[in-house]
């Protein structure tokens, strides 16, 4: 069974950087055929799909937050993370991650983590 678990601060100020990381359990994430995502929910918004990175590290971003968003990964730790610069309070949201086979729907998610931004 794949678990994944967000962590990072859930308070960030404007104009600063918001760093979560994803560890995973229970499964690689350099098993060929997958990818691992950011997906968040805005309050009282629908799921909004952030970006990947894929089980051999290349990495896919939503074109409307490409210029401020970077995934990278730490195999040794089995972990992902997110960096979003820049960050303005509409950035206010639950954030998740979550596995899928390329091409599919997300199959296993973390709980997620609710990210503030607020002075």
């Known amino acids: 069974q794949v678990q994944l678990q967000e962590s990072g601060p859930g308070l960030v100020k404007p104009s600063q950087t918001l760093s979560l990381t994803c560890t995973v359990s229970?499964?690689?994430?350099?098993?060929?055929?997958?990818?691992w995502g950011w997906i968040r929910q805005p309050p009282g918004k629908g799921l909004e799909w952030m970006g990947v990175?894929?089980?051999?590290?290349?990495?896919y971003y939503s074109p409307s937050l490409k210029s401020r968003c970077s995934i990278s990964r730490d195999t040794s730790k089995n972990q992902f993370s997110l960096q979003l610069s820049s960050v303005t309070p509409e950035d206010t949201a639950v954030y998740y991650c979550?596995?899928?086979?390329?091409?599919?729907?997300?199959?296993?998610w973390g709980q997620g983590t609710q990210v503030t931004v607020s002075s």
């Open positions: 979550g596995r899928r086979a390329i091409a599919t729907q997300y199959d296993y």
């Open positions: 990175i894929t089980y051999d590290g290349r990495t």
């Open positions: 229970g499964g690689s994430i350099t098993t060929s055929g997958y990818e």
